[in-house]
């Protein structure tokens, strides 16, 4: 008698002589582990890899599994930290723009009457800065006199050394962008500008 194979979704047998016959076609892959064999003794049909003539030569064709590679990264938990950080340095630097930006004034004392402040009052106090739109370009000037946002420090610092004066007054069109403000405060402060005012007609 001969032995039986049937290949897994089939219902036709494969007629083989002997169970080297079977096991040669599950070597060079004719058969598969999962297909069923049926010996000439065998009452029924049992799978190859079941079939104790063939479990263990079905245990060899078995895939191993994969090795861990140790030298792979996973870059998805990085790359979410990194954007978690991006996102708190940006709220960051936009805070501490808006921060500089904004002149918040002192608490009065409940009930006190604020007098506000008149430039003829503190006009020999102060050094004027005005910024404004010319265009498209911004204009910045130091009493008067047309500086460059690369030089605004610099020439903050001469006036100051040569006047003495250590208050500010800030006249900014409302059409200036935050950043040329950022930039004056940054350099007035920079050099021990202790009080800035703004011209009435300014943006806070």
């Not at 040669?24 to 000439?40: C, E, H, Q, S």
């Not at 506000?116 to 404004?132: C, M, Y």
Request: aromatic share 6%.
């Amino acid at each position: 008698m001969n032995w039986l194979v049937r290949p897994e979704g089939t219902d036709t047998p494969i007629a083989l002589a002997s169970s080297a016959d079977v096991l040669a076609g599950l070597r060079d892959g004719i058969f598969r582990p999962t297909d069923d064999v049926k010996g000439p003794a065998d009452p029924r049909w049992t799978t190859i890899e079941s079939h104790p003539a063939f479990t263990e030569a079905a245990e060899e064709l078995e895939p191993l599994p994969p090795e861990h590679d140790d030298t792979h990264l996973d870059m998805n938990p990085l790359i979410d930290v990194c954007l978690v950080l991006l996102i708190f340095f940006m709220l960051t630097i936009t805070y501490a723009s808006l921060e500089r930006a904004i002149d918040v004034p002192e608490t009065s004392p409940e009930g006190a009457a604020t007098k506000p402040i008149e430039f003829k009052d503190i006009k020999d106090q102060v050094f004027r800065v005005t910024a404004k739109m010319d265009g498209e370009n911004p204009v910045i000037l130091i009493e008067k006199e047309a500086v460059k946002l690369d030089e605004l420090e610099d020439k903050i610092k001469r006036v100051v050394e040569k006047s003495g004066r250590h208050k500010m007054l800030l006249d900014i069109d409302g059409n200036v962008p935050w950043g040329i403000q950022t930039a004056i405060l940054d350099a007035a402060k920079g050099n021990d500008v202790r009080n800035i005012f703004y011209h009435p007609r300014s943006r806070r």
